[in-house]
C-alpha cells in the first residue's frame, strides 16, 4: 500500500441488541450484541464517551504549555497538555478548546489548527479527541476562572518540546494527548510545516458540528 490509500474508513457491523447496565455523570458503559463475520454473535462492553479536546499551547520560545494534576484511576499526577469533555451535543470543537485553554492556564492564542484526531482506546470506548496546535499565546483578559476539585491542585510550567520528547521516549511520561500532540507536533515541523496542518474548524466526522 501507498501511504494515501492507508486511512480508516467508516464501517458498522449489525447490532442485534443493545443494553446500559451503567450510566454515569458524563460517561456510561454499553453493552451491545454484535454479528461477526462469520454469523456468529458476540457481546461487546465499551465505554460511551461524549468526546473530547486538548490543546498542544506552544510559545514563540518553542515551549509547551503543560499542567500536572492527579488522575485518580491510574494513581498518578500526569503532566498533560489542557484538556476537557465536550460536554454539549455538537459543540464546536474549537470553542471548547478555547474555554479549556482559558479556563486551565488563563490563556488566549491567536492562531488555532488542527494537529490531530484520535480514539483513546478505539477497543473499549468511542472517545474521540481532537488535538489542536494553538499558537501566538497571550494572557488572557479578566479574572481567572474558578477551579475545583482535583484541578484546585493543579501545576502550570512552559517545557522545551525537546525535553517533553525525550521524557515521553524515557517512559516518563504518559498521557495521551501529550504523547500524540508532542510528537505530532514534531512530525509535523519536520514534514511540511505547521502552517500546512488542517484549519482549525476542519471537519471531524467522528464528532460533527455546526461550524
Known amino acids: 500500500m501507498t501511504g494515501s490509500s492507508i486511512k480508516d474508513i467508516p464501517e458498522e457491523w449489525e447490532v442485534r441488541g443493545t443494553r446500559t447496565p451503567f450510566q454515569g455523570n458524563k460517561t456510561s458503559v454499553r453493552q451491545d450484541d454484535v454479528v461477526m463475520p462469520d454469523g456468529s454473535v458476540v457481546t461487546r462492553d465499551y465505554q460511551v464517551h461524549p468526546g473530547s479536546v486538548a490543546v498542544l499551547a506552544l510559545d514563540d520560545e518553542g515551549r509547551v504549555l503543560v499542567i500536572r494534576q492527579y488522575r485518580h484511576p491510574v494513581r498518578e499526577k500526569l503532566w498533560e497538555i489542557p484538556a476537557g469533555l465536550l460536554d454539549v451535543p455538537g459543540e464546536n470543537p474549537l470553542h471548547a478548546a478555547q474555554r479549556e485553554l482559558y479556563e486551565e492556564a488563563h490563556v488566549k492564542a491567536e492562531d488555532w489548527r488542527v494537529l490531530t484526531d484520535v480514539y483513546t482506546t478505539p477497543g473499549g470506548c468511542d472517545e474521540a ?31 522545551p518540546v525537546a525535553d517533553l520528547v525525550r521524557g515521553v521516549l524515557a517512559g516518563e511520561l504518559h498521557n495521551n494527548c501529550l504523547v500524540v500532540g508532542v510528537l505530532s507536533l514534531v512530525a509535523a515541523e519536520q514534514g511540511d510545516g505547521l502552517d500546512t496542518l488542517r484549519p482549525a474548524e476542519a471537519p471531524w466526522p467522528a464528532r460533527p458540528f455546526e461550524a
Open 129 to 159: 479527541v481532537r488535538i489542536f496546535l494553538a499558537r501566538n499565546l497571550s494572557e488572557a483578559e479578566g479574572a481567572r476562572f474558578e477551579v475545583e476539585d482535583e484541578e484546585a491542585d493543579m501545576e502550570l510550567a512552559r517545557v
